[in-house]
């Protein structure tokens, strides 16, 4: 299980940090990824995190978030810094992770966030 959660709405060039929380029988967390999604557009993914600590951005969001993990509190983050009224969406956190019952791919519930201009 993922919960995510750190959304709210702040002002352009505020800040703002979501957290990803995973939980239940975890043997290993693979990658970790935040994704958001404005309204009528598609999903797309805004960050990615290895297991050993690789990075990947979206040219968008590249220079202002910072993705990163604690692996001991099984734990991702997204630290948005000059936000803006563009980064407002839906934010998923979405892990590939391997459990008791094998690997596979779960789902956040979503947080919103949204930057005002």
């Known amino acids: 299980q993922l919960q995510a959660s750190g959304g709210g709405l702040v002002q352009a060039g505020g800040s703002l940090r979501l957290s990803c929380a995973a939980s239940?029988?975890?043997?290993?967390?693979?990658?970790m990824n935040w994704y958001r999604q404005a309204p009528g557009k598609q999903r797309e993914l805004v960050a990615s995190?290895?297991?050993?600590?690789?990075?990947n951005y979206a040219g968008s969001v590249k220079g202002r978030f910072t993705i990163s993990r604690d692996n001991a509190k099984k734990t991702a983050y997204l630290q948005m810094n000059s936000l803006e009224p563009e980064d407002t969406a839906v934010y998923y956190c979405?892990?590939?992770?391997?459990?008791?019952?094998?690997?596979?791919?779960?789902w956040g519930q979503g947080t919103q966030v949204t930057v005002s201009s």
């Open positions: 979405n892990a590939d992770l391997t459990s008791v019952v094998g690997r596979g791919d779960y």
């Open positions: 995190i290895t297991r050993f600590g690789s990075t």
């Open positions: 239940g029988s975890i043997l290993v967390i693979n990658a």
